[in-house]
């Protein structure tokens, strides 16, 4: 057995210091993450609008990725709106896995703004596990949650994020289903033309009309190839 000693590093955040790295023993050749510790004292990390760290700074510091990753995750998790912010952009100076993962425990934010600034970052990287985060609200018992995944997939576009939104015209609410046309329509290739035409048999009348409309925008061709699909 021998013991590896990581950086320990104390950043102040809001009235309170955040703790980064670890004191560890492994096996000989064995390389572990460092998980983020928990602020001391936790009543020291008040969720304010305001910023209460220097993040960008605080990343420099930092030299080894996998403690940088660790320091990312736990402002997003635990820092103020702003801060949160913040984090999300410093994201891309990790790899994509990381970012992706981290960015996709942001979506579950309950701020709107910091689930958007992760959707952006997920659209960003564009790779199928990150369509595949975006979707994952569209498992939402919240029609609105679901309506706001289909959004955040149109940011994205490409391939598996149009096969997501031929899935979301078949939820059950219309709401969430006539913002599935316009994000498909936002995508406007002829994949998501032809997926907006299977909406012109939709049971709800405006979920219909906003298809028809969607159609039209993009082009009378796209309506004709919509209403007779290519065999």
Known sequence: ?????????????????????????????????????????????????????DVRAAVDSIEAEPIRAAFLETVISQGAVADKKAAIRELDRLSDDDATAILSLALTDDDPRVRRAAAAGLARIGSDTAHAALASGMHDRDPARRAEAVDYLAM??????????????????????ATAIEALGDIGDSRAVNIIGSALRDSDPEVRERAADMLDQLSDEALFHAVYPPQ
């Open 156 to 177: 994205a576009g490409g391939y598996s994020a149009v096969d997501y939104l031929d899935l979301a015209l078949r939820d059950g609410d219309a709401r969430v289903r």
């Open 1 to 53: 057995m021998t013991t590896r000693h990581s950086l320990l590093m104390l950043i102040p955040l809001g009235a309170g210091l955040l703790v980064v790295g670890s004191l560890a023993t492994d096996p000989p050749g064995v390389e572990r993450r460092p998980a983020p510790l928990s602020p001391l004292p936790e009543v020291a990390m008040p969720i304010v609008e305001a910023p209460t760290i």
